[in-house]
């Protein structure tokens, strides 16, 4: 890229979310100037949208340390690290004094929707000056459509805004676009907020993630107040020893948590369990829905007034159809990292540290960080997003031995083993799954237990270094 290009224009971020605006405090930290475009009325706008939900991870992993370090330079007092916040306590505590810091506030547009993005005078078949070129990006606010030209693009725009629909086959089902109004995607407010739609309702949540368990839980919660209200949780695959196994040997206390009060509620017989269970076809009636699916192989009838759908999210890639991406035909992440995250690949749920290396395209200046650079795989965690960028911005900055200098320090899961990939016992994450009534997470686990040992060391906290990517115990969550 040309001297000119590399000192004249600024950087386009596309996304005010945590690791948007983290990318943008490493830039300012560089020297850098960040132009960042958030489609919504607010910083974290998609936080917001489940706001009233506490996280997994404490606050010492959901504070980038670039913006750390310009927030305290400031004057600001940060959470106590050990506490876990909601959505919008991260909003209002962390995102909301980030942006308003003097080096990101003047090059923040919100209500900003990006809608395209080229190279200046070429379009994707170019190849003549294309890597000279600047980037234009174009977006569209309250005042019409507007451009705006940059060295290089980092785009943070996460997924919220494409979930999942209901079909097992990743399309909608027959009925599901007519049945809108009763279905919901995400992680609704169903205790709070959206209460009067859920109190005493029959309600079916389809979902094998956390996001369902946190739905489910709610739903219980509102349970003990309305105890008419009734809970279906269906899971398109059978199984659920991923979430609920490892309880108290997850260092995320609160996701550890989680699978085991969604054990003791099956146990107790507060959660319909529904597994595996596939919809076929919803038919909007009179009194609510009723959902014709096949549970356990055979055809079955449910009647339920509201449905929660939980099944994950996917990217929008509409915006960069003249830029020379590559991605993975199944993950929809960079074929580098694709591998490392494919869940049909891996059954612990982790991902050694990763950055520019793994994230490039065949389009340079441009890259995908945050949960859309995971394409459809689960599992991405803020603490990731912010190594993305941290190593982003320093390439970006021709530090390429620092942007190559990859490192992540997380907590571990205690959970190893996943729905059961073919000959997982054999070959699976540690070994595969434990042997039925051992307490462990899986059969390195048991073995090293059953020697006098404390374990097989899933669930310590360890510093990972690029060398782990081959490791799949004792690899981050």
């Avoid at 099944?311 to 035909?329: H, K, M, N, Q, Y």
């Amino acid at each position: 890229m040309s001297a000119a290009i590399q000192t004249g224009l600024p950087v386009v971020v596309i996304g005010a979310g945590p690791v948007g605006l983290a990318a943008a405090a490493h830039l300012v930290e560089r020297g850098i100037r960040p132009v960042i475009l958030e489609r919504g009325a607010s910083v974290g706008a998609t936080l917001l949208e489940w706001g009233h939900v506490k996280v997994f991870s404490p606050w010492r992993y959901n504070i980038d340390a670039a913006a750390r370090r310009l927030l305290e330079r400031a004057g600001w007092q940060a959470p106590d690290d050990d506490l876990l916040p909601t959505g919008g306590e991260i909003v209002r505590s962390y995102l909301q004094p980030l942006a308003a810091l003097a080096g990101i506030a003047p090059n923040l547009k919100l209500g900003a929707t990006v809608t395209a993005i080229t190279r200046e005078g070429r379009d994707k078949l170019a190849d003549e000056g294309r890597a000279e070129a600047p980037f234009v990006v174009r977006y569209r606010d309250a005042d019409g459509e507007h451009r705006v030209t940059a060295r290089a693009v980092i785009d943070a725009s996460g997924t919220w805004m494409r979930p999942n629909p209901i079909g097992v086959d990743g399309l909608t089902v027959p009925g599901e676009t007519e049945a809108a109004d009763r279905i919901a995607y995400g992680i609704p407010d169903v205790a709070g907020t959206e209460r009067a739609a859920y109190a005493g309702k029959r309600t079916l949540v389809i979902g094998g993630g956390h996001s369902a368990i946190n739905v489910a839980l709610a739903l219980m919660q509102l349970q003990e107040e309305a105890p008419k209200t009734e809970i279906f949780w269906a899971l398109r695959r059978a199984g659920v020893e991923r979430l609920l196994g490892g309880g108290l040997n997850d260092k995320l206390p609160e996701r550890g948590a989680l699978g085991l009060a969604a054990r003791q509620a099956m146990q107790e017989g507060r959660l319909n369990m529904l597994a595996p269970f596939s919809v076929g076809r919803i038919e909007t009636t009179a009194d609510g829905l009723a959902v014709e699916a096949s549970h356990g192989g055979k055809p079955t009838r449910l009647e339920v007034d509201r449905i929660v759908v939980a099944t994950g999210f996917r990217p929008d890639l509409s915006f960069l159809d003249e830029l020379r991406i590559a991605l993975d035909p199944a993950v929809e992440a960079t074929p580098a990292l694709a591998p490392l995250i494919d869940p049909n690949l891996h059954s612990c749920g982790t991902v050694p540290p990763h950055g520019i290396a793994e994230l490039l395209h065949p389009e340079p200046g441009f890259t995908i960080v945050g949960s859309k650079s995971y394409g459809r795989a689960p599992t991405f965690l803020m603490a990731t997003g912010y190594e993305q960028v941290r190593s982003v911005v320093a390439d970006i900055a021709g530090d390429h031995e620092a942007a190559r200098d990859v490192r992540l320090v997380l907590p571990e899961t205690g959970v190893c083993n996943s729905d059961p990939l073919p000959q997982a016992a054999a070959s699976g994450c540690c070994g595969g799954p434990a042997p039925a009534g051992v307490d462990a997470c899986c059969i390195k686990d048991a073995d090293a237990k059953a020697a006098g040992e404390s374990g097989c060391g899933c669930g310590s906290t360890v510093v990972i270094e690029p060398a782990s990517k081959s490791s799949c115990c004792g690899a981050a969550a």
